[in-house]
Nanobody
């Protein structure tokens, strides 16, 4: 079992930055690939970015490529999401998730554990 707790969300103006963190506990963090998803009101939860167990592989949705950066610190059991050049369209609840296998990391179904989410609101 893995417990995930996100933090760092908030209200920011368009063009600003936020850094989300997701702290994991309960099992060997480095055994899991990690991902970030987001869900805006009335929309499906969508893939944002993912990172392999070692951190050597990263994957991004086209909508965030070049603006968002995922990273992880296995010594601190934490994965991060640095978000720059934020746009109102980035407004959503952001969830981190852990996947036991490094397969299909852009798809929700391959993730085994989820956090409760943190709200990010970008004002225009």
């Amino acid at each position: 079992q893995v417990q995930l707790v996100e933090s760092g969300g908030g209200l920011v103006q368009a063009g600003g930055s936020l850094k989300l963190s997701c702290a994991a506990s309960g099992h060997t963090f480095s055994s899991y690939a990690m991902g970030w998803f987001r869900q805006a009101p009335g929309k499906e939860r969508e893939f944002v970015t993912a990172i392999s167990r070692s951190g050597g592989g990263t994957y991004y949705a086209d909508s965030v490529k070049g603006r968002f950066t995922i990273s992880r610190d296995n010594a601190k059991n934490t994965v991060y999401l640095q978000m720059n050049s934020l746009e109102p369209e980035d407004t959503a609840v952001y969830y981190c998730a852990a996947a036991l296998y490094e397969l299909g990391l852009t798809q929700r179904v391959y993730y085994n554990f989820w956090g409760q989410g943190t709200q990010v609101t970008v004002s225009s």
